[in-house]
Structure formats: C-alpha cells, structure tokens
C-alpha cells in the first residue's frame, strides 16, 4: 500500500501536525519508503495467531480507589506556557 | 598513576573505599574532563554545583561508614529521565525549557545508593535515531575515530551521549534506555558495555515514554563488573509503573566471574543477513570461540521469524509513539506556539516542536492505527511479535541458555554520512537488536574486538526472561579474553 498527498495531508491533520504545501511531496516519498518495508509482513501466515499486547504475562494491578497524590497546583502548572488564576489556558473554544 | 576519571567505576569504588581519594575529588576530575570535550556535545546540560554538593554528601557518608553501593560514583543521565529541578528535554524543541518538579525511579534510586549526578546527556529527539543525529541540540561526535582519519563518527544512538560519555570518561556510569536497541547499538559502537533489561525490571515511571511495551531502561559502563554495579541499583519493583515487575533484584555482581561451564549457547543461523562484513561474521566467530573455551556448549539454532522483526517493530514503535506523543500540545508543558483557534495552536505548536524525524514516526503511527487501515498495520504487526516471541520460547525449552549474535551489521559510521532520503537505510542498524525489545527479553552488548580501521565492534547476547545473570556471567568472559576496549587517544581534548 502506498499514500497519495491526499492521504499525507489527512494523516497531518489527524497527527495535528501543520504541514506546509512544498513538504507534502517530500512526506509523500518518505511515509512510502517506510511502507514499501512493512509491507514484507502481509508474506506471512498469521491466521491463527494471537496478537501480542504485552511481553510479561502480568495482569494489571489493582489498589484501593483512595486519593494517593496531589495537592500541589503550583508545580503542575509551574511548566506551563501560559497558566492564568491557578488553571491552564488554551485559546477561545466557544464563539 | 591513571588520572581519575579514567578508572571504571569499580575500580574507583575500591579506592574510595580505601580513603585514597575523596568523592569530592572524584567528581572533580569529571568536571574537568566534561569541561574539555565540550566540543563532542555528549553533554546538554552539566550540573556542576549539584554533583560537588552531591560529592559532599557522600565524602561525609563515608566518614561516617554509612556509604551506599554507589557512593561517590559519578553518573550521566540520558535527558529522557526526569530529573526535578534540572531540564529534560528528550531530546527535543518541543520540550527546550521543560524542567520537572520530579524525578524518575531509576534516577531517584542511583541517588538513593549515593550516586552524584554530573548532567544530563544528549540523545536522538525522544529516542527516535540510530545516531543520535536526530538531536534537535546537534549531533554527538564519538570519541573513537578511524585510524589515520579524522572523520567525526556517530557515537550510534539513541542513547548517543550516554555511550560517548562513558567512553570519553565523562562519566563512571550512565543511564540509557532502548527501544529498539539504543542502549546496545551505540555501546557496540563506542567500546562500551551496554544492558537492556527484561521489561519490566526497571520502572519506566518518570522516563519520557516513546513506545511503552518496548521501552526500557539500562545501563552503559566500561566493564561488565560495572554494569552489574549499577543495574543492581537501578532495577527493582514500582508501584508507579504497573508493568513493573515484583520480583528480587539479585546481587549482579556475584554473577560477573560465575563459570559458565555447561551453559548451551545458541547460534542463530537467521541473522548471517546478506552483505554482513566479513569481520563481523568474523568476530561472532571468535566469540562463540570464546564461550566454548570457557566451557559453553555452543549450538546452532533457527529463529525463523527474525526477519519480519524490523518491519513489524516500524509499525508498533510509531504507533505508540503518535499516541505517547500526543500529550505535546502547547497546554501543560513545553513550547507553544499561538494560533487563531485551539486546533491551529496544536498544530503549529506541533509542527514547530517536532523534528523529521519525529514528525515522520508520528505520522506513520497515526496512519497505521486510522480507520481502515488498523487490522492490516497495527494488528499484523501485533500477531508478527507473537511468532518472533515464540521462535525465542521454543529454543529456551530447547535448553538454550543464551543466544550470540553480532549487535551491529557494521562499526560505527560518520557524521552525515546515511543518507536522509530513505529514513529505511537508517533503520537497518537496528536489525539484530530489535527482536529483543518485541520479545522483551534482556540482552548485553559488550566490546570484543576492531574492524580492520580500528573501530570498535561488539557481541549480543540475549537472555531468558529476569536471568540478567547469565548474561553478566556469559560477558565477563567475553572480556576477560577480549580484554577491554579503553578510548587511547584523547584528541578531543588537545
């Protein structure tokens, strides 16, 4: 399977990754190039085979639903690019 | 006498212990050593006051005999640990001015066992690069160069800082983590040992994640004995990471020197891949030589699925790298750059942050999970790693104990010199190291031998689940016959 720019310019968008008109080409070759070497996987017999969703035979542990961390605002929002009153701001979501 | 950063970390514990020196001192020597290889760019950040005051710290635990099993030894940390209070940028734009307000476990338990932290080390932009030139803060000039040449070299990557570092004798020790073989690729190319462990034997918690089911970390040392010594401290059960495992973490020292007298070492006859140098095949050779010397039974055996590991790793790595990296949008952390509406902020915060190569994994990530497209991609490559998995399971019933394999198809290459169009060629020096990381299993890089220009190559070996020990055993001696791989010319400090 291959992409066309179409795609490439879909794919941006979902990634939320802005990609300028003169990129696309170039994406185009390299998300190609990476796709021709996978493609190697669809020669193989998988039918029947379980797919793999960790490497240990764990299952997940489970505490009591307590509070156990927190309190501290200021060093959550510390990292901030632009924190206002104590909260996170982003710009304006409703008109 | 040796100056004192060039001793291994052993070494330097012996003698500290014994008042030859003091930590303060130690950590000095270091300081003076990072402040002349500036030019080799292992180090973003160097944490000076902190590692004398560290230093400090120590120098009075120890005169009051209540030293730990690091104390005094200094250490480099890969910028992908958390460190509160010092920068952690992965590697990145996107997380330039990023300074956490806590610190990773494994960091947090070097310290806990008296360990001085001297910085933080470069690497490929979260951990995405066999060369550590994917670094939005630049490339790592390796230490080692070809004979009769002066050609900068990549230090491999991604943990590129953390293998020149040790190597130059910027550090005693340093953290890395692997991926997809970022602790063992550039321990091969600097003549360093480098140790990924089972999943699941370090915590993950405070570590910038890339790809969660295949991250871990480990450690990069210029002895066998030296690695043991810091994975002891860096191992163990977390209740922060609920993929951390609740088991012992053994005394690994007590591994390194154990015979190996009867343990059945397999040859896998799937990685003699075409085109591999002649001094390669030449080197897995002796090594098998080597181990059967020191008592080994050394077997050919089939892993017939190994082939498929590299495609099917460059689908599940992007894939949870697009959904790991999703957290990168302008709002709790990091860069952020302004836009009319939140979706325009996201995406030129995001477009802006990121690197190619970054941009690209994500990129592929997101298309192999989208609608259509997630059963053909993403669940393949899921059901792929079960059969590399279990080619693995079936030659440990087999009563393997460990398998060899070269852990670079080549030695180190130069700076610029893979070429960019096709992101694929890169990829391949991951080839034998990869299975690893899908399997989960723990596996060793240790330096064995040259290539004909001088240049440092190492051997694999690859362990059942949890036994780490075999592993430490099996290179001891592999370096008690190679001997070890020390840097001789330090011309970057000229």
Partial sequence: MSVDQATVRRVAHLARISVREEELAPLQEELNAILAFVEQLSALD?????PMSGVIPLSLPLREDVVTDGHYPEKILANAPDAEGGFFTVPKVVE | ??????LTL????????????????????????????????????????????????SDARISNSEGGPL???????????????????????????????????????????????????????????SSNETSAFGPVVSPWRREGDTTPLVPGGSSGGSAAAVAAFLCAGATGTDTGGSIRQPAAFTGTVGMKPTYGRCSRWGIVAYASSLDQAGPFARSVNDAALLLRSMAGHDPKDSTSVDLRVPNYEDAVGASVKGKRIGIPREYRVEGMSPEIVELWEQGAEMLRDAGAEVVDISLPHTQYALPAYYIVAPAEASSNLARYDGVRYGLRVPGRDVAEMYERTRAAGFGPEVRRRIMIGTYVLSAGYYDAYYLRAQKVRSLIKRDFDDVFAQGVDAVLTPTTPSPAFGIGEKSKADPVEMYLNDVFTVTVNLAGLPGISVPAGFSADGLPLGLQMIGRP?????????????????GRFPVEDLWWAK
């Fill in chain 2, 71 to 129: 104390e005094g030894m200094p250490i480099g940390v890969k910028d992908m640990f958390c460190t509160d209070g010092v920068a952690t940028t992965a590697g990145s734009k996107i997380l330039e001015n990023f300074v956490p307000p806590y610190e990773s476990t494994v960091t947090a338990q070097l310290w806990r066992d008296g360990a001085v932290m001297l910085g933080k080390l470069n690497n490929d932009e979260f951990a995405m690069g």
């Fill in chain 2, 466 to 482: 949890f036994e780490e020990e075999t592993l430490f055993s099996l290179a001891q001696v592999i370096e008690d016959a190679a």
């Fill in chain 1, 46 to 50: 998988v039918s029947g085979v379980e």
């Fill in chain 2, 1 to 6: 006498m040796t100056a004192l950063n060039q």
């Fill in chain 2, 10 to 57: 052993t070494q330097a514990r012996e003698k500290l212990a014994l008042r030859e020196f003091t930590a303060v001192e130690l950590t000095q020597s270091y300081l003076d050593a990072m402040a002349q290889a500036r030019g080799l760019n292992a180090y973003l950040e160097e944490t000076a006051e902190k590692a004398l005051a560290m230093a400090a710290a």
